[in-house]
């Protein structure tokens, strides 16, 4: 079987993709109403909130584009702190909307610093939210948001965030961090394929989405709400997508978040030991490493094109090159979801193989 270690998608338990066969249901009846209840119910306990929550089906970026024209309006400002190519995908979202943009943007490989944070909203009074990544995925990046949070609701923000590939690996308690709109994906971290956008609305969201001017239709909390009280959708939904929710949202239960939080920790420090006992070098700064995404620089030689193409013909490990400037430069290790130590270690050993072909000279 193939190796997928890319983040997202990322390979299924086997009790997943049964539930991924099961026969369609009607998606305005009783059983599925009972279904999408209990998933978003486990949602909650899983994003640490009370506040809703919503599926919405499309990828991740539609959440984010629901995360935007739900809670601003044109011309408001939005203070975009980017540390990669993901951070940079919601700023675009916002300006397309026609918000005005403040970018705050940190050299990739490096975390957002809220001391930064703080004296941008000093100088920007007016501005309206706060766009932040949580994991950054192209570079494999977690910023330390529960200190961007303080500054952002010092200044009684609202704070959005794209927690796509973090969320369900890495902890981030939504209410206690006070994000205002949290957003993931299934074919994440969540043993899911992809299909759906997961999202949570915090009070203060709210009484930003009864004001928001900016154009939805497809996308409108208010709609996702007004069915979700029935126990349904607006629109047709990926249903066989919420299956298989359903199933792997009960595996993560029973080995309960605190268990999860802690294999990732354990499966991030693997691949970093790993690569570095290759002698390789890590791309992202060594204080704010990602638990779900291992970014490493192509040094001494190494073509990450033609490591790929080995590692997938010869080896069926499938990993991950870098994004837009980083293409050539990185490549990348996804290790969230059904992961274990084992699977770290058959990349390894790939790698090590596969590396001297690939025209890295190695110094140890
Ligand atoms: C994967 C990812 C996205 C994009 O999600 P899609 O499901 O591909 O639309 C956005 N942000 C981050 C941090 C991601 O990891």
């Known amino acids: 079987m193939e190796n997928l270690r890319i983040p997202g998608p990322t390979p299924l338990p086997d009790e997943v993709l049964r539930a991924m066969s099961k026969q369609m249901i009607n998606h305005r009846g009783v059983e599925f109403g009972q279904i999408l209840n209990e998933v978003t119910a486990k949602l909650k306990q899983l994003f640490q909130t009370k506040g809703d929550i919503f599926l919405l089906t499309g990828s991740g970026t539609g959440g984010l584009e629901a995360a935007i024209v739900n809670t601003l309006s044109p011309g408001d400002k939005v203070l975009s702190v980017s540390v990669g190519a993901f951070g940079e995908r919601f700023a675009a979202i916002a300006q397309q909307f026609g918000a005005e943009v403040i970018p705050l943007a940190f050299e990739w490989g490096k975390a957002a610093d809220a001391d930064t944070v703080r004296r941008a909203l000093h100088t920007e009074p007016e501005v309206k939210a706060v766009l932040v990544t949580h994991n950054e995925t192209s570079t494999g990046v977690t910023n330390d948001l529960a200190s961007i949070s303080l500054v952002v609701k010092e200044f009684d923000k609202l704070l959005l965030v794209d927690a796509i590939s973090g969320l369900g690996s890495i902890n981030l308690p939504v209410d206690e961090w006070h994000c205002d ?37 497809y996308w409108d909390f208010a709609k996702a709400k007004s069915y979700s009280e029935r126990g349904q959708t607006p629109w047709t939904p990926a249903i066989t997508t919420v299956f298989a929710l359903s199933v792997s949202l009960e595996m993560m239960l029973a080995e309960g978040l605190p268990n999860i939080i802690a294999r990732h920790v354990r499966l991030g420090k693997a691949a970093r030991d790993g690569v570095e006992s290759l002698g390789l070098s890590l791309f992202a700064e060594e204080s704010h490493p990602s638990n779900t995404v291992t970014a490493v620089a192509a040094s001494d030689g190494l073509d990450t094109r033609k490591m790929l193409k080995i590692l997938r013909e010869e080896h069926e490990v499938v990993l991950a090159g870098g994004q837009q400037s980083l293409d050539g430069k990185i ?24 590396l001297p072909q690939a025209g890295f000279r190695s110094a140890s």
């Open 331 to 354: 490549f990348r290790i996804g290790h969230l979801g059904w992961v274990s130590e084992d699977d770290i270690k058959t990349v390894i050993s790939a790698l090590k193989v596969v």
């Open 181 to 217: 709109v949290t957003v993931t994906g299934s074919q994440k971290g969540w043993m899911a394929p992809p299909g759906l956008a997961m999202v949570s609305i915090s009070e203060e969201a709210w009484r930003a989405q009864a004001k928001a001017k900016m154009p939805r239709f």
